[in-house]
């Protein structure tokens, strides 16, 4: 069967032996490390297994293994999950989201430019320690056990974070589990369902249950050791560890200029069927599994330089796969030549179902490096493999992989005790081009960012680390990789040097807590997204003080946030090529399950005495960061920014839900759902609360308008005053929504861009006034709130209904007052002539239907009192939209129009965003993004970068 490898492009990990990446790892494997340890005192009290095992010496085998430290710590913030979530979390949940957000950096890959794609996430594990110690304490019952503790969210969360939508699920085959998750991975990509996948495997030991079981059943070695293919096998050790690799399709990664670990010829599976028991392994169907792999893949078994064994160390389970293996290569391998063959559970234990994803990240860095490392423990064959007749030959010393001009060829098993058997044919990667002779030496910027100073110090270390070993050819490339391969965080610096020790000194320094003034470094929260000029970029021919002076500045630009740079123009000459490089340093805190201790600081300082906040404002912003943090479920050594909005600190419908009924009990002020549902920051809701207590009057009845003047000022909510600014963005919102949807737009668009949203009455800061059910209305009220503000060139966004809004508006201000927009921005809604045929043939909305649309989370949906302050906006806004009748006139706008579409948006698809071409004279553009109805909330990045550059003042020519 001809099909296209597969490519390995990144990895990440984390076994036991502290090896916490492929690089590490790779250095245990070589150095021969044993990495088996005594059981840490936190993991379980061996007292204990005396008591539920009275007089059973057996037991002593439970005090070694494979064991990772800080399985109990996991940097919750940084995938946005709240702490009250975490602890509840299985700490195999937690390892996967580390390591396969490594393995993406391993491989270049920013995870945030996945999301909308077809990307898979295949992950292989089959324990649930975690959820036995949680049931035993009627403390850790709550919403978040069940998703928190069920196994196949390992691989659905992963897909939730990074916005996945490919395939993802779970597998539990036992100790095939992840191989298996591999195998998938791959029959994904060959039957076109992905064009990247994520596979995994992850196994932690947090209860001595299971392995006493394994120990009754003779399966644990005494030594606690796995002593592969030797003679003294008498069972193995239990491990834990994580493992995830990056895989597409060979041409995809060639052609995007990926690193190729190796690559994928072909994968299988097959189960024992009846055999002489059901953990007992069948050597015919592993000889069958085998013949098939390597038959689909068109490969001899004499091309098959040496196999990654499963190789627990049991005396039977050796021997049936030693002759099994055996058995085939004979069919086909030269005479006087040998197979080698290891097994990685020699260095760190069997890790039952994330052993597969070992043994292939062993195979992967051996092919790499063209070196295969020693198997352990291994002293004299076991008798019942009869070396002596089959091709097979133990690999006892670091040993060089020559092939003799073949390419380089493995096979990777991994057999379940449930009798689940895979195999994997892996090979080299091919060749790469070869890299330019004597590069020039010339200057070069990198970039590094992180979510706060401490990460950004230590990432700088480590990069300090890893330039120390790299030689001046290098230095591009690892440029090149950072600044594109990375996620943009708030924290950032930059610097520039021609020569990788010069770098490595200065981010030495940096990482040390030094401020060297040849590190720009800056703080920026706000993305920026205008473009630098053509001729800020060096170019070939700029001489190296011209290029360094101008490389200086744009760092300088990179690290205070204020453009996007385009990276290509800095590479230099030739193709760069994307290499491996030092990942995220997680912040990680304790969550664990209680009963629990209360944490101490981690740098202690002297005591102080508490001091009671001396206003009532100081007490209310106490009592409000006290209840979120209840709600939560932080401790009192952990802190957060008061600005920061209450979605940011993690908290989903649920948590508002608990909060408001928290504010209502103690304070007897019941806050809105739409002000809650806004998000707002701690210190918007500190200000939100004083002004119910000042009041201390029942909720205002909504009053007409026409009873009061128009206020401007509540028209324009969230407006960032700015007064030089060149132009004003109005903009309108959807139906059901409010102005707060824009408030984080100014913060992403270019400065001489004021944003002004449009907040109608009946919703948010406006709830206590009466919807506006009058389209006719609606335009005329707006034609008198934005009138003075029309001094300036002016343009109009609306989403949905306010697409309708903006539309509507421009024709009358054009007609009535001869101003017209410089350009109109409409998104997510028919164009305006179809407007009546699809009333006609759309039913009023239901209430579950408009739920659904407007992405009202269903827990809200059930609150009654929620609801009951939300829907009257709605149904208002639904009416509205129906008093809407289309007018054709003599002639269109003439500014530019452009129609935004969300891609699973069902109102609104690309004919009939297309259709809005006729409204217009000028220049028509569409644009599609990921996302449903509320696309502008899902892609709101990629949308706002898109309005950056059509609100940008055109160049000269001359």
Same mark, same amino acid.
């Given at each position: 069967?001809?099909?296209?490898?597969?490519?390995?492009?990144?990895?990440?990990?984390?076994?036991?032996?502290?090896?916490?990446?492929?690089?590490?790892?790779?250095?245990?494997?070589?150095?021969?490390?044993?990495?088996?340890?005594?059981?840490?005192?936190?993991?379980?009290?061996?007292?204990?297994?005396?008591?539920?095992?009275?007089?059973?010496?057996?037991?002593?085998?439970?005090?070694?293994?494979?064991?990772?430290?800080?399985?109990?710590?996991?940097?919750?913030?940084?995938?946005?999950?709240?702490?009250?979530?975490?602890?509840?979390?299985?700490?195999?949940?937690?390892?996967?989201? %580390?390591?396969?957000? %490594?393995?993406?950096?391993?491989?270049?890959?920013?995870?945030?430019?996945?999301?909308?794609?077809?990307?898979?996430?295949?992950?292989?594990?089959?324990?649930?320690?975690?959820?036995?110690?949680?049931?035993?304490?009627?403390?850790?019952?709550?919403?978040?056990?069940?998703?928190?503790? $069920?196994?196949?969210?390992?691989?659905?969360?992963?897909?939730?974070?990074?916005?996945?939508?490919?395939?993802?699920?779970?597998?539990?085959?036992?100790?095939?589990?992840?191989?298996?998750?591999?195998?998938?991975?791959?029959?994904?990509?060959?039957?076109?369902?992905?064009?990247?996948?994520?596979?995994?495997?992850?196994?932690?030991?947090?209860?001595?249950?299971?392995?006493?079981?394994?120990?009754?059943?003779?399966?644990?070695?005494?030594?606690?050791?796995?002593?592969?293919?030797?003679?003294?096998?008498?069972?193995?050790?239990?491990?834990?560890?994580?493992?995830?690799?990056?895989?597409?399709?060979?041409?995809?990664?060639?052609?995007?200029? #990926?690193?190729?670990?190796?690559?994928?010829?072909?994968?299988?599976?097959?189960?024992?069927?009846?055999? #002489?028991? =059901?953990?007992?392994? #069948?050597?015919?169907?592993?000889?069958?599994?085998?013949?098939?792999?390597?038959?689909?893949?068109?490969?001899?078994?004499?091309?098959?330089?040496?196999?990654?064994?499963?190789?627990?160390?049991?005396?039977?389970?050796?021997?049936?796969?030693?002759?099994?293996?055996?058995?085939?290569?004979?069919?086909?391998?030269?005479?006087?030549?040998?197979?080698?063959?290891?097994?990685?559970?020699?260095?760190?234990?069997?890790?039952?179902?994330?052993?597969?994803?070992?043994?292939?990240?062993?195979?992967?860095?051996?092919?790499?490096?063209?070196?295969?490392?020693?198997?352990?423990?291994?002293?004299?064959?076991?008798?019942?493999?009869?070396?002596?007749?089959?091709? =097979?030959?133990?690999?006892?010393?670091?040993?060089?992989?020559?092939?003799?001009?073949?390419?380089?060829?493995?096979?990777?098993?991994?057999?379940?005790?449930?009798?689940?058997?895979?195999?994997?044919?892996?090979?080299?990667?091919?060749?790469?081009?070869?890299?330019?002779?004597?590069?020039?030496?010339?200057?070069?910027?990198? $970039?590094?960012?992180?979510?706060?100073?401490?990460?950004?110090?230590?990432? +700088?270390?480590?990069?300090?680390?890893?330039?120390?070993?790299?030689?001046?050819?290098?230095?591009?490339?690892?440029?090149?990789?950072?600044?594109?391969?990375?996620?943009?965080?708030?924290?950032?610096?930059?610097?520039? +040097?021609?020569?990788?020790?010069?770098?490595?000194?200065?981010?030495?320094?940096?990482?040390?807590?030094?401020?060297?003034?040849?590190?720009?470094?800056?703080?920026?929260?706000?993305?920026?997204?205008?473009?630098?000029?053509?001729?800020?970029?060096?170019?070939?021919?700029?001489?190296?003080?011209?290029?360094?002076?101008?490389?200086?500045? =744009?760092?300088?630009?990179?690290?205070?946030?204020?453009?996007?740079?385009?990276?290509?123009?800095?590479?230099?000459?030739?193709?760069?090529?994307?290499?491996?490089?030092? $990942?995220?340093?997680?912040?990680?805190?304790?969550?664990?399950?209680?009963?629990?201790?209360?944490?101490?600081?981690?740098?202690?300082?002297?005591?102080?005495?508490?001091?009671?906040?001396?206003?009532?404002?100081?007490?209310?912003? +106490?009592?409000?960061?006290?209840?979120?943090?209840?709600?939560?479920?932080?401790?009192?050594?952990? $802190?957060?920014?008061?600005?920061?909005?209450?979605?940011?600190?993690? =908290?989903?419908?649920?948590?508002?839900?608990?909060?408001?009924?928290?504010?209502?009990?103690?304070?007897? &002020?019941?806050?809105?759902?739409?002000?809650?549902?806004?998000?707002?920051?701690?210190?918007?809701? &500190?200000?939100?609360?004083?002004?119910?207590?000042?009041?201390?009057?029942?909720?205002?009845?909504?009053?007409?308008?026409?009873?009061?003047?128009?206020?401007?000022?509540?028209?324009?909510?969230?407006?960032?005053?700015?007064?030089?600014?060149?132009?004003?963005?109005?903009?309108?919102?959807?139906?059901?929504?409010?102005?707060?949807?824009?408030?984080?737009?100014?913060?992403?668009?270019?400065?001489?861009?004021?944003?002004?949203?449009?907040?109608?009455? !009946?919703?948010?800061?406006?709830?206590?006034?009466?919807?506006?059910?009058?389209?006719?209305?609606?335009?005329?009220?707006?034609?008198?709130?934005?009138?003075?503000?029309?001094?300036?060139?002016?343009?109009?966004?609306?989403?949905?209904? !306010?697409?309708?809004?903006?539309?509507?508006?421009?024709?009358?201000? !054009?007609?009535?007052?001869?101003?017209?927009?410089?350009?109109?921005?409409?998104?997510?809604?028919?164009?305006?002539?179809?407007?009546?045929?699809?009333?006609?043939?759309?039913?009023?909305?239901?209430? %579950?239907?408009?739920?659904?649309?407007?992405?009202?989370?269903?827990?809200?949906?059930?609150?009654?009192?929620?609801?009951?302050?939300?829907?009257?906006?709605?149904?208002?806004?639904?009416?509205?939209?129906?008093?809407?009748?289309?007018?054709?006139?003599?002639?269109?706008?003439?500014?530019?129009?452009?129609?935004?579409?969300?891609?699973?948006?069902?109102?609104?698809?690309?004919?009939?965003?297309?259709?809005?071409?006729?409204?217009?004279?000028?220049?028509?553009?569409?644009?599609?993004?990921?996302?449903?109805?509320?696309?502008?909330?899902?892609?709101?990045?990629?949308?706002?970068?898109?309005?950056?550059?059509?609100?940008?003042?055109?160049?000269?020519?001359?």
């Amino acid at each position: 069967m001809n099909r296209e490898p597969i490519a390995i492009v990144g990895m990440g990990c984390r076994f036991p032996g502290g090896a916490d990446s492929p690089g590490q790892f790779w250095r245990l494997l070589c150095d021969g490390t044993d990495a088996i340890s005594d059981l840490p005192p936190a993991r379980w009290n061996l007292a204990d297994l005396d008591t539920l095992e009275p007089g059973a010496s057996e037991m002593k085998h439970a005090r070694r293994g494979g064991f990772l430290e800080q399985v109990d710590r996991f940097d919750a913030e940084f995938f946005g999950i709240s702490p009250r979530e975490a602890v509840t979390m299985d700490p195999q949940q937690r390892l996967v989201l %580390e390591v396969a957000w %490594e393995a993406l950096e391993d491989a270049c890959q920013v995870p945030g430019r996945l999301a909308g794609t077809r990307t898979g996430v295949f992950v292989g594990l089959s324990s649930f320690d975690y959820y036995e110690l949680l049931m035993a304490d009627g403390r850790n019952f709550d919403a978040y056990l069940g998703t928190g503790n $069920t196994n196949c969210v390992a691989a659905n969360r992963l897909s939730y974070v990074l916005d996945l939508k490919g395939p993802s699920l779970a597998v539990d085959a036992a100790c095939s589990s992840s191989l298996v998750a591999v195998h998938l991975a791959c029959q994904s990509l060959w039957n076109g369902e992905s064009d990247l996948c994520v596979a995994a495997g992850v196994h932690v030991m947090l209860s001595p249950r299971i392995t006493m079981s394994f120990i009754k059943a003779g399966m644990m070695a005494a030594d606690g050791r796995c002593k592969t293919f030797d003679a003294r096998a008498d069972g193995y050790v239990r491990s834990e560890g994580a493992g995830a690799l990056v895989l597409k399709p060979q041409s995809s990664a060639l052609a995007d200029g #990926n690193r190729i670990y190796a690559v994928i010829r072909g994968s299988g599976t097959n189960h024992n069927g009846r055999s #002489n028991g =059901l953990t007992a392994p #069948n050597p015919r169907a592993q000889e069958s599994l085998l013949r098939q792999v390597w038959r689909q893949a068109d490969v001899l078994p004499g091309q098959v330089q040496y196999v990654e064994a499963h190789g627990t160390g049991t005396a039977l389970g050796d021997a049936m796969e030693g002759k099994a293996l055996g058995t085939v290569l004979s069919e086909g391998y030269p005479s006087g030549r040998s197979c080698l063959v290891g097994s990685v559970k020699t260095n760190i234990g069997h890790l039952e179902a994330a052993a597969g994803i070992a043994g292939i990240i062993k195979v992967a860095l051996a092919l790499h490096h063209r070196c295969i490392p020693p198997n352990l423990h291994f002293e004299q064959p076991n008798p019942h493999i009869p070396f002596e007749r089959l091709p =097979l030959q133990v690999v006892r010393e670091l040993t060089a992989w020559e092939p003799g001009g073949a390419m380089r060829l493995a096979g990777v098993s991994a057999f379940g005790f449930g009798g689940t058997n895979a195999h994997l044919l892996v090979q080299e990667a091919p060749p790469e081009p070869a890299a330019p002779p004597n590069p020039p030496t010339i200057p070069h910027l990198l $970039t590094l960012t992180a979510r706060s100073e401490p990460a950004l110090r230590q990432l +700088a270390g480590r990069f300090a680390h890893h330039l120390n070993a790299a030689d001046a050819a290098q230095l591009a490339d690892i440029c090149f990789s950072a600044n594109t391969g990375r996620t943009l965080f708030a924290f950032r610096l930059a610097l520039v +040097a021609e020569h990788p020790a010069e770098m490595a000194g200065l981010l030495a320094a940096f990482g040390a807590g030094q401020r060297p003034s040849a590190v720009h470094f800056g703080h920026s929260p706000r993305r920026r997204t205008t473009d630098v000029d053509d001729d800020a970029y060096p170019r070939l021919q700029s001489s190296l003080v011209e290029r360094r002076r101008m490389l200086e500045v =744009l760092g300088g630009w990179f690290a205070e946030g204020s453009v996007a740079l385009e990276w290509g123009r800095l590479a230099g000459e030739g193709r760069m090529r994307r290499v491996s490089l030092p $990942t995220y340093p997680f912040e990680r805190q304790r969550y664990w399950m209680a009963p629990e201790p209360q944490p101490l600081p981690v740098h202690p300082t002297p005591a102080k005495v508490p001091q009671p906040p001396h206003t009532p404002r100081d007490r209310l912003a +106490a009592y409000v960061q006290k209840q979120v943090m209840d709600v939560l479920k932080l401790h009192s050594a952990q $802190t957060f920014e008061p600005e920061r909005s209450l979605s940011d600190l993690g =908290l989903d419908s649920l948590m508002l839900v608990e909060l408001r009924d928290h504010f209502a009990r103690d304070l007897q &002020v019941t806050l809105s759902p739409a002000r809650l549902l806004r998000n707002p920051s701690i210190d918007e809701l &500190v200000e939100e609360l004083s002004k119910h207590l000042r009041e201390k009057v029942p909720a205002a009845q909504p009053q007409p308008l026409g009873d009061a003047p128009v206020q401007v000022t509540a028209w324009l909510a969230h407006r960032l005053h700015r007064p030089k600014a060149r132009l004003r963005l109005f903009c309108f919102h959807h139906l059901g929504g409010g102005a707060s949807v824009f408030r984080q737009w100014a913060d992403a668009l270019p400065a001489d861009v004021e944003v002004c949203p449009v907040q109608f009455p !009946g919703r948010e800061e406006r709830i206590a006034e009466m919807p506006l059910t009058s389209f006719c209305a609606a335009i005329e009220l707006l034609v008198q709130v934005l009138a003075p503000h029309l001094d300036r060139p002016f343009a109009l966004y609306g989403h949905s209904m !306010g697409s309708l809004v903006g539309f509507e508006l421009a024709h009358r201000l !054009g007609e009535h007052h001869g101003l017209q927009p410089e350009h109109l921005f409409v998104g997510g809604l028919w164009a305006p002539h179809l407007h009546a045929a699809h009333m006609a043939n759309q039913p009023a909305w239901q209430s %579950e239907t408009l739920s659904t649309l407007l992405e009202i989370p269903a827990a809200l949906r059930t609150e009654e009192q929620f609801m009951a302050q939300l829907w009257p906006a709605i149904e208002a806004d639904n009416r509205l939209c129906r008093s809407y009748s289309y007018q054709e006139r003599t002639r269109p706008l003439g500014c530019s129009l452009t129609a935004f579409g969300g891609l699973q948006d069902r109102v609104a698809g690309r004919e009939e965003l297309t259709a809005w071409n006729r409204h217009t004279n000028g220049i028509f553009g569409l644009q599609m993004f990921p996302g449903r109805h509320l696309f502008l909330n899902e892609s709101r990045d990629a949308l706002l970068k898109v309005l950056a550059r059509s609100l940008a003042p055109a160049r000269s020519v001359y």
